[in-house]
């Protein structure tokens, strides 16, 4: 350094010799083809002159790419953060390709249809592997009794006759029967095997008189089909016994009733819990490579060298989301996709998630600020984002569900929609609840998607939390708040203080003798030099006072 100033401080010297040496070497380029007044003249005809000197003088490369600065920066550092991301193989797994993983899972599992409807089906004691004990209560005015036991299949029914004594009330003939059974036979099988036993007090198989069978039977409630098996059981042995032909049979079939519109309701939201959890695991994966990739540039000071080596802030953020945006749209496109293939009644929730994918990056650059490892910011993110996506929203969902609870639940539900993860995990539950809404509001159609009453407010608040969570990006890059303390406090720029600073008498004696110099007369004057860079919103002084 002390060399580079002895050398300019003495040029004034070698001034004129260095003039002399520069024409005669003009002289000589020139001569043989044209005069040197001839030379000038040229010079000057092609725009060279000495009115243009000045300007000449001021022309800088910076001037001339001013208006494209930027879009070179934005450029440069998109094909950097492109090249940089996909060839972090990891990276890419964990922000593409298992999130795509988990979203068709979950579509799988939620086109399972887990209310089945069952296939009609005969009802026969056949189905039953065991004999089924059968007591059968009579008394001693039916002659044609054993008639009517005989058309019992055996291989089927273990029969067990119980006499009881006449009444005129039958209902006392039928508690002396149940107390028997009760008291004596040891009560009635809890199996599903038994369907129940009868009693009859009534029957008549006499030609020349009206011919008739009365039966009263006791149905055994343990079993799902027992009244209508019994109900089979009983008439076939009376038309057997009345028409004398132990051959006829007939044959019932239950068709069970098709479910209902709250169970229909209820699958369906079901499958938007499970569509909804599932989705919450793959959407938190997408921001990890981000909040990974950011800390690493602070934590490396990759960011650092960028700015000071002339890139702006702006350039630098819009061309992280750009790059951002369209990875993420990968997994956010292949969720859209498959919502359409599989038929998923999720009307418009690819309003949601393309709007996710604009949400999420601000939200998760904001968030980066509180971390100084990347690893540490990889894995909190996922754990962050898992909280406010899988479990927050199904909180919110429960409490929605339970009457006393449903009213404070419908105004606690805004609060955490600011968070992008939240919100679209939100709307997939509701647009999938819609029908129970209906059903509980007593409307006959379910309101709209897109509604505030249903997932209108969470495509809002996704829309509200662009702009939001940039806002608190650039505060907490520009540490605006930083500064706002520091200037109550009353803290001086530390890049202006000149306290405590050696300066070496050498170098001050040529700062004195520079500032002394006429720049008329020198090639290369450098006086009182500073370069102060902004780093994070801070100046840092490069160079002082050389």
Request: aromatic share 12%; charged share 20%; net charge negative.
């Amino acid at each position: 350094m002390r060399k580079f100033f002895f050398k300019v401080g003495h040029q004034n010297e070698e001034e004129t010799d260095t003039k002399d040496a520069i024409v005669d070497s003009i002289k000589e380029k020139i001569e043989g083809t044209k005069n040197f007044n001839d030379a000038i003249d040229e010079k000057t005809s092609n725009g060279i002159n000495n009115s243009d000197e000045s300007e000449i003088d001021d022309y800088t490369i910076a001037e001339q790419s001013e208006k494209n600065v930027f879009f070179l920066h934005f450029y440069a550092l998109s094909v950097k953060r492109f090249l940089v991301s996909f060839r972090q193989l990891k990276s890419s797994l964990l922000e593409i390709f298992i999130p795509m993983i988990f979203m068709f899972s979950g579509l799988i599992l939620a086109n399972i249809d887990f209310i089945l409807i069952p296939a009609p089906f005969v009802l026969n004691m056949n189905n039953f592997p065991i004999k089924n004990d059968l007591y059968i209560g009579y008394t001693q005015n039916i002659p044609d009794f054993q008639n009517y036991i005989d058309t019992i299949d055996t291989e089927i029914f273990s029969v067990s006759t119980i006499a009881t004594k006449q009444d005129p009330n039958i209902f006392n003939t039928l508690s002396e029967f149940e107390g028997i059974v009760f008291k004596d036979k040891g009560g009635y099988d809890k199996g599903i095997h038994n369907a129940g036993n009868n009693v009859i007090y009534d029957l008549k198989i006499d030609p020349n008189a009206a011919r008739k069978c009365q039966v009263f039977g006791f149905s055994n409630g343990f079993t799902r089909d027992g009244a209508p098996i019994q109900m089979g059981n009983i008439l076939n042995s009376c038309l057997k016994t009345l028409l004398g032909q132990k051959d006829f049979n007939l044959k019932f079939t239950n068709h069970p009733f098709p479910p209902t519109a709250a169970a229909k309701a209820g699958a369906k939201a079901g499958s938007g819990s499970i569509i909804a959890f599932l989705f919450a695991i793959a959407f938190s994966m997408i921001p990890t490579g981000v909040a990974s990739y950011l800390v690493n540039e602070r934590e490396n000071n990759v960011k650092h060298q960028q700015m000071i080596s002339g890139a702006s802030m702006v350039s630098y953020w819009i061309s992280n989301y750009v790059v951002d945006f369209i990875r993420s749209m990968i997994p956010m496109g292949f969720a859209i996709i498959l919502v359409f293939a599989f038929n998923v009644d999720l009307p418009y929730i690819w309003v949601h998630f393309i709007l996710f994918a604009m949400a999420i990056h601000p939200f998760t650059y904001a968030t980066t600020f509180w971390f100084k490892k990347d690893n540490v910011a990889q894995i909190m993110t996922i754990i962050l984002n898992i909280f406010l996506a899988g479990f927050l929203p199904i909180a919110v969902l429960v409490l929605q569900t339970i009457p006393s609870t449903r009213s404070a639940a419908m105004i606690i539900r805004w609060f955490p929609r600011i968070f992008p993860s939240y919100s679209v995990v939100s709307a997939i539950m509701q647009i999938s609840i819609r029908n129970i809404i209906a059903l509980v509001s007593g409307e006959d159609n379910p309101p709209a998607a897109l509604s505030f009453e249903v997932a209108g407010g969470d495509a809002l608040f996704l829309v509200i939390g662009i702009f939001f969570w940039w806002g608190v990006t650039i505060i907490l890059e520009m540490k605006i708040l930083e500064r706002i303390f520091r200037r109550n406090e009353g803290v001086t720029d530390a890049s202006r203080r000149t306290e405590n600073i050696h300066i070496d008498s050498d170098v001050n004696a040529e700062e004195i003798r520079c500032g002394e110099l006429n720049p008329q007369n020198c090639s290369v004057l450098v006086n009182q030099l500073r370069k102060v860079y902004h780093v994070n919103g801070e100046p840092l002084v490069a160079v002082r006072n050389i």
